[in-house]
């Protein structure tokens, strides 16, 4: 009898195993509209970023240096904002995180140090960068046109924060899975040697996929400023856990060389809904932190074991 893979159904599982709990417990709280909008909202940051991070995590890396790129990114957009106009402004606050993944692009295929170690380390700089620029202090947006489109408004009754989510999901898919650079960064995690021998650049890959992590990461940071009506070193701070755990719920392999992104949307809608329920059973947020650590040990498990019997 053929086994079944676990890792290509955790995600779908998860996700209704979660609406469904959250619904029987919290009648008339949880399965409402204006809380389902809600949890769209709060979880489209990690969304975005946890796009990125199926790129870099399929190619075999990671990236842990997403929380200073977002803060950073927000801060410089709300700055420029101030100064220049919003195109302006977003497009500055999205080129931080590119170059900002470029270096960590660089200095992993440069001098061959692992990407944890790397991240690591710029995720120090990165934050100190943030924290510096303003001296701690936050900074306000007033552009109602930015905030609109880019945070706090609605195109009809759907928030432009989930439309966000949404096209930037379709393009990362599309790119996943329908260019030949989707297909090498498949290849250089499923196995890096025999991609190499097939003719595939490989530090090339892993380069873009770390400049992809770090484009989103920025457009995290951008929606920050927009939702929030301002920017501060803060945003993204404690993001990490939650984008690497979308990533691998939504089937993502830990190890490389298989996921999705549209599965990576599931997975940070588990999580949002997650938070969300815990929240509103009036649990702290120390017990949301247990929750979130004992779904990602289960969703790496999975992951790993899948790999394994491959």
């Not at 997650?274 to 979130?292: F, H, P």
């Amino acid at each position: 009898m053929k086994k079944i893979n676990l890792s290509k159904f955790i995600v779908y599982i998860s996700f209704f195993i979660v609406l469904i709990g959250f619904s029987i417990l919290l009648p008339g709280k949880f399965m409402t509209a204006s809380n389902l909008l809600n949890i769209l909202r709060q979880t489209a940051m990690i969304s975005v970023a946890a796009i990125g991070m199926t790129f870099a995590i399929t190619a075999g890396q990671i990236d842990l240096s997403t929380g200073g790129v977002t803060a950073t990114s927000s801060l410089l957009t709300a700055l420029m904002l101030q100064r220049a106009p919003m195109i302006v402004a977003v497009l500055v606050g999205l080129g931080v995180g590119i170059v900002f993944g470029a270096v960590n692009g660089i200095i992993l295929t440069k001098c061959r140090i692992p990407a944890f170690i790397v991240t690591l380390g710029t995720s120090s700089v990165y934050t100190g960068i943030a924290r510096a620029m303003t001296n701690l202090e936050a900074v306000s947006v007033t552009n109602n046109t930015f905030t609109h489109y880019f945070g706090s408004g609605n195109i009809g009754f759907i928030p432009t924060l989930f439309l966000w989510t949404i096209i930037l999901t379709l393009i990362g898919q599309y790119v996943y899975k329908k260019t030949s650079f989707g297909r090498a960064v498949l290849a250089v995690g499923g196995n890096e040697s025999s991609a190499r021998y097939s003719g595939i650049n490989t530090d090339r890959v892993k380069f873009w996929s770390m400049v992809i992590c770090g484009a989103a990461a920025a457009c995290a940071g951008i929606l920050y400023a927009g939702r929030m009506h301002g920017a501060r070193y803060t945003y993204g701070e404690n993001d990490s856990m939650n984008i690497i755990a979308a990533v691998v719920i939504g089937g993502t392999s830990f190890s490389g060389g298989k996921g999705t992104v549209f599965g990576t949307l599931l997975g940070s809608l588990v999580i949002g809904m997650l938070n969300n329920g815990l929240l509103l059973l009036g649990l702290s947020v120390n017990a949301q932190m247990v929750a979130r650590g004992l779904v990602i040990i289960l969703a790496v498990s999975l992951s790993l074991r899948e790999k394994k019997n491959d």
